[in-house]
């Protein structure tokens, strides 16, 4: 596939073009076709695909927020992982967001699951998953927020539907049919000579509704390293990608409908270091086939995953001045093959049926040279093996008719691991070093489920569940080694899947344009796997080999049982205000405790698990002016945390405050303006065995031209 590279200069011109070439044709495309105006979506109304069974979120037993497209599109924040910071509970493994964080951290957790930079949730993009194949993370920046109709989150276990990578909830990014002929063009540029064009084309010619989109970003990003600990060594860490995606959907009859997504993506960074970077470039395809019959509905879908990652570490001296190659992993392919079929039908007026059957083939491998002596690494390493996902699922929905609805729900799930191993090669003397084959795994897991909802005629609704849930430990978790500066993490081929049994219990109210909800939730996650510390440098430690001097040796390992336990609450008000428009505030907070229950560690007990908050909290006003003028403030607060499991390392609490604004200035054309981390705000999101703080992004303003026709 090729892919179109700009860097900012160019795409600050094509602004310019753009604006001029669109401000002289300001019809739309036809005559009978408007400007689309996001509404509200109200939550009773919508199908929240995520569920599997496609129910409406009001119907769910569970935690459900969902973000509409208005929402999305005033966000201060362009990325997909930036608009759901605004849901406390959310969070990838660091506090930095997925333009400038290593790949490898940008895995995504709900409710404090997380306790390693793999995902505990599972992504869905249109239904297809955009978990990394080998190393479970997810490349937010495939998410094209310009097309998203609604981001839907189910927190809570949900693998007794989705089996693997569900096992604190479900992220469904669902983009929209397009109904009618529209271009959309955005193009913006800011600080950090941060600048982008997102164009979107889509139509609908009888049956047949498609669209193909692409966007080109760069950014120059910024220094990750605090100010007074920079050395010669320490630049920005900055970022370039580029993606493409090819939708069409077509109804075959009144009966049948298929939809197919092409896509491709390609992206380079830079880590902060002359030496430090990573690249990746990946291409998926899905299909989906719908049947409807007398016998119910029926859903076969398909995916396919195909991806290239490389990324280059080093060793740093103390005082910054100078670092040296440590390794170079210049390949590590991966790919994944997926399918499923699921059946739902409604039985009778009571009980609403559905079964199912998905499998997924998982292939990875990591291609590196390490041992770096004068001017040349001397030894190389290749790893890797193959994984079988495979899954049956069945769920009831039972309407009692007296307001109790009860959800009962199961899974059986197969995991196996095979043709895992470990080459090492001495490339001077062209001798074997190490020539390990791990032994297979393989273990049947059961995943039960049961949900209780009960809605009366008051304005009030009660629900409550209970679970079981899973997740396998990834190719990159199993065979993949990795280090930050001096930090050294080793793999672990012995790793078993992590066990979690939970519940919840909430209550929702409205009343007129209030509404509120609280939740109260458990979590025990047996086999945890976590980044384990096992010794310091300067000097070999096994499984490490030779750590540096300030440096740590610390390997993948079952950390024993972890309990997540806490409240969720969440207040919004809309409002109109005279004649000028329309006022929401909504109110956001989780508690969430995250402690190490059992340890072979005894020391470890009762701490609490690195990059986990206790606290979050998130304001958010919106105000929708009558005269094309959205203005949004976003507040957060997230408490302190810690970077290590001896909980020795602590990141303080920090707080950032968000503004965006848009007018529209023509019948086709917004202009907006974002500003991040208004106060520029310094944070760190991350500290290392020696005290080096990495941190977040400085004040970003960015301005820029929407173009809808």
């Known amino acids: 596939m090729n892919y179109f590279r700009l860097n900012s200069v160019q795409l600050h011109a094509i602004t310019i073009l753009v604006f001029l070439a669109t401000s002289a044709r300001s019809q739309p495309l036809s005559p009978d076709s408007t400007i689309a105006v996001a509404g509200t979506i109200a939550l009773r109304e919508v199908v929240i695909t995520a569920s599997r069974t496609e129910r409406s979120a009001s119907d769910l037993p569970g935690s459900v927020t969902l973000l509409d497209a208005d929402e999305i599109a005033r966000s201060p924040s362009h990325s997909a992982d930036g608009i759901l910071r605004s849901v406390p509970g959310f969070s990838l493994f660091r506090r930095s967001s997925s333009v400038v964080a290593h790949p490898t951290t940008q895995g995504v957790s709900l409710r404090g699951t997380g306790a390693s930079g793999a995902s505990r949730t599972l992504v869905l993009l249109d239904g297809m998953p955009l978990n990394d194949p080998f190393g479970g993370w997810v490349q937010w920046a495939k998410v094209r927020t310009t097309r998203l109709e609604r981001i839907e989150l189910v927190r809570g276990g949900s693998s007794h539907l989705w089996g693997n990578y569900a096992l604190s909830g479900v992220i469904s990014l669902v983009t929209s049919q397009p109904e009618r002929q529209s271009l959309h063009v955005e193009t913006a540029g800011g600080s950090g000579q941060t600048a982008w064009l997102d164009l979107d084309y889509a139509n609908r010619i009888g049956a047949t509704a498609f669209s193909i989109g692409g966007r080109a970003f760069t950014t120059g990003g910024y220094p990750t390293l605090r100010q007074n600990q920079r050395g010669a060594i320490d630049r920005n860490a900055s970022s370039r990608h580029q993606s493409i995606r090819v939708a069409v959907n077509r109804t075959l009859s009144s009966t049948a409908s298929i939809g197919v997504q092409l896509g491709g993506f390609h992206e380079t960074r830079e880590n902060g270091t002359p030496l430090t970077g990573n690249g990746t470039r990946s291409t998926y395809a899905s299909t989906s086939l719908t049947l409807n019959s007398g016998l119910g509905r029926w859903q076969i879908s398909t995916f396919w995953q195909d991806g290239r990652f490389n990324s280059t570490f080093s060793a740093q001296e103390v005082d910054r001045t100078a670092e040296r190659p440590a390794l170079d992993q210049f390949s590590v392919p991966s790919r994944a093959l997926g399918a499923s079929l699921s059946w739902l039908k409604l039985a009778g007026a009571r009980n609403l049926l559905a079964a199912g059957v998905d499998i997924r083939q998982l292939t990875g491998d990591t291609n590196e040279s390490y041992f770096w002596s004068g001017s040349a690494f001397t030894r190389r390493r290749e790893a890797g093996g193959r994984q079988l996902l495979m899954g049956f699922f069945a769920q009831d929905v039972i309407d009692t008719g007296t307001g109790l609805q009860i959800t009962l729900g199961g899974r059986a799930d ?3 691991n095979s043709g895992g191993n470990l080459l090492q090669t001495d490339v001077v003397s062209n001798t074997s070093l190490t020539t390990s084959h791990f032994p297979g795994q393989s273990r049947w897991i059961l995943g039960p489920r049961i949900g209780l909802l009960y809605r009366s005629d008051e304005p009030v609704t009660f629900r409550a569940s209970a679970y079981r849930t899973f997740r396998t430990p990834t190719l990159n978790e199993l065979y993949r080694p990795f280090r930050v500066g001096n930090d050294i993490t080793a793999a672990n081929a012995s790793l078993d899947s992590e066990r979690l049994t939970g519940g919840e219990a909430g209550i929702d109210l409205t009343f007129g344009s209030v509404s509120t909800g609280v939740t ?23 499984p490490c080999g030779f750590v540096p001097a300030g440096g740590v040796c610390r390997q993948r390992r079952n950390l024993g049982t972890v309990r997540s336990s806490g409240v969720e609450s969440e207040v919004s008000v809309r409002r109109p205000v005279g004649s000028i428009g329309e006022v929401t505030m909504t109110v956001r907070h989780i508690y969430n405790m995250t402690r190490i229950r059992k340890s072979t560690d005894p020391n470890l007990i009762g701490n609490r698990i690195p990059q986990i908050p206790l606290n979050t909290v998130v304001l958010k006003a919106a105000w929708k002016g009558r005269g094309g003028t959205d203005l949004t403030m976003l507040w957060r607060s997230t408490g302190g945390q810690f970077e290590d499991e001896a909980n020795t390392l602590s990141l303080r609490r920090y707080t950032l405050l968000d503004l965006s604004a848009s007018r529209k200035v023509g019948p086709t054309h917004h202009l907006f303006i974002t500003v991040e981390n ?22 970003q303003i960015v301005a820029g031209i929407r173009l809808q026709i």
């Open 678 to 699: 208004l106060l520029d705000a310094t944070y760190s999101i991350g500290i290392s065995s020696v005290g080096l703080e990495r941190i977040g992004a400085p004040r």
């Open 414 to 416: 197969l995991w196996r």
């Open 520 to 542: 109260g939730f458990w979590a025990d996650i047996d086999g945890a796997v976590a980044n384990l510390t096992i010794g310091s440098g300067p000097g070999a430690v096994a």
